[in-house]
């Protein structure tokens, strides 16, 4: 872990004062949009982030969230790969670097983010600098299409949050492709926990595989996935604290929200162990019992059912969470 700053108090203070002076209608308007794009299936030549407007309503409504997103899905690498820490990093698609910021609390690698919209890029350059976090600071920030003409560096790892949505399939393909070439270590893409983000998801594993990865998270194994098309669909839950400003572009009194994802963590050369098993939905907990939803590392779907006469195991599956890995490590 990276020690030099706290990461997520580093955010909440470098978005305080996002919207100053943008009026309040402005942003609910991009908001709305931003929510539309993100919820459907937008596939577009240009970038859905199109003016400093737009931008900071995106940085206060989405990056709270995808932060907590990708953290969760690195959380996981670094369980799977406890002894890789990657030196180099590219964020891809990575606007105003949300996944960069947990890239930078989980290790300290030089970081490019790549995006299409200068004005993305602008807004997470002034956020990265007033961060306090060293290695924020010195991200590179680069502009590029994101799609078939893609070209990427060598490194280390490469991380794609909440782009393949953007994209048409023929994009998204070549994506995909252009990250599993470039990534000597660790691929991690990330997608809305919805059954086409899933899909997408699924997509992306398919060609990582085809191209020589195994599936470190969240799968235990690198098997085909065993849910059957159109009956489920795999997402995970990462809590996200609401600041004042989050409250402000997104209404309501909570202090938290629940962000749902799916997400693939695939790697290369690299020596990791996936989970024996993985907790798919949250847990249910009845009297004297608990139901665990699992996907196994035989590649199979199983409902545990762990009971008080277990003990210790009992007391591990009361305090699981959905998305660990089961049994917990010791």
Same mark, same amino acid.
């Given at each position: 872990?990276?020690?030099?700053?706290?990461?997520?108090?580093?955010?909440?203070?470098?978005?305080?004062?996002?919207?100053?002076?943008?009026?309040?209608?402005? @942003?609910?308007?991009?908001?709305?949009?931003?929510?539309?794009?993100?919820?459907?299936?937008?596939?577009?030549?240009?970038?859905?982030?199109?003016?400093?407007?737009?931008?900071?309503?995106?940085?206060?409504?989405?990056?709270?969230?995808?932060?907590?997103?990708?953290?969760?899905?690195?959380?996981?690498?670094?369980?799977?790969?406890?002894?890789?820490?990657?030196?180099?990093?590219?964020?891809?698609?990575?606007?105003?670097?949300?996944?960069?910021?947990?890239?930078?609390?989980?290790?300290?690698? @030089?970081?490019?983010?790549?995006?299409?919209?200068?004005?993305?890029?602008?807004?997470?350059?002034?956020?990265?600098?007033?961060?306090?976090?060293?290695?924020?600071?010195?991200?590179?920030?680069?502009?590029?299409?994101?799609?078939?003409?893609?070209?990427?560096?060598?490194?280390?790892?490469?991380?794609?949050?909440?782009?393949?949505?953007?994209?048409?399939?023929?994009?998204?393909?070549?994506?995909?492709?252009?990250?599993?070439?470039?990534?000597?270590?660790?691929?991690?893409?990330?997608?809305?926990?919805?059954?086409?983000?899933?899909?997408?998801?699924?997509?992306?594993?398919?060609?990582?595989?085809?191209?020589?990865?195994?599936?470190?998270?969240?799968?235990?194994?690198? +098997?085909?996935?065993?849910?059957?098309?159109?009956?489920?669909?795999?997402?995970?839950?990462?809590?996200?604290?609401?600041?004042?400003?989050?409250?402000?572009?997104?209404?309501?009194?909570?202090?938290?929200?629940?962000?749902?994802?799916?997400?693939?963590?695939?790697?290369?050369?690299?020596?990791?162990?996936?989970?024996?098993?993985?907790?798919?939905?949250?847990?249910?907990?009845?009297?004297?019992?608990?139901?665990?939803?699992?996907?196994?590392?035989?590649?199979?779907?199983?409902?545990?059912?762990?009971?008080?006469?277990?003990?210790?195991?009992?007391?591990? +599956?009361?305090?699981?969470?959905?998305?660990?890995?089961?049994?917990?490590?010791?």
């Amino acid at each position: 872990m990276n020690e030099n700053a706290p990461v997520p108090q580093a955010l909440r203070s470098a978005l305080a004062g996002l919207l100053d002076g943008l009026p309040p209608s402005h @942003a609910a308007r991009a908001v709305d949009r931003l929510i539309a794009n993100y919820r459907g299936a937008t596939q577009t030549h240009a970038p859905v982030l199109r003016d400093r407007s737009d931008v900071a309503a995106y940085a206060a409504y989405r990056m709270p969230a995808t932060f907590e997103a990708v953290r969760s899905a690195l959380a996981a690498l670094q369980d799977a790969a406890p002894h890789w820490s990657p030196a180099t990093h590219t964020d891809v698609g990575g606007g105003t670097g949300a996944a960069s910021w947990a890239v930078a609390e989980a290790w300290s690698p @030089a970081t490019t983010v790549l995006d299409w919209a200068e004005p993305a890029l602008a807004l997470g350059r002034e956020l990265a600098e007033s961060s306090g976090v060293e290695g924020l600071r010195a991200i590179r920030w680069e502009r590029a299409r994101i799609g078939t003409a893609l070209s990427l560096p060598e490194t280390d790892l490469v991380t794609v949050s909440y782009v393949l949505n953007e994209l048409t399939a023929e994009d998204r393909g070549a994506l995909v492709d252009a990250t599993a070439r470039a990534a000597t270590g660790a691929v991690v893409i990330v997608e809305p926990g919805t059954p086409d983000g899933y899909a997408r998801i699924i997509e992306a594993r398919d060609r990582l595989i085809a191209a020589g990865f195994t599936v470190a998270a969240p799968c235990p194994h690198s +098997a085909a996935c065993p849910i059957e098309p159109g009956t489920d669909w795999c997402h995970f839950s990462a809590r996200v604290s609401r600041s004042s400003l989050h409250r402000q572009v997104k209404g309501g009194s909570l202090a938290y929200e629940d962000e749902k994802f799916s997400y693939v963590a695939a790697v290369r050369g690299v020596a990791a162990e996936p989970a024996a098993n993985r907790v798919t939905r949250r847990p249910q907990i009845r009297k004297g019992q608990v139901l665990l939803e699992l996907c196994t590392g035989e590649g199979v779907l199983r409902r545990e059912t762990v009971t008080k006469r277990q003990g210790d195991l009992y007391r591990a +599956a009361r305090d699981t969470q959905w998305g660990a890995p089961w049994p917990p490590p010791e």
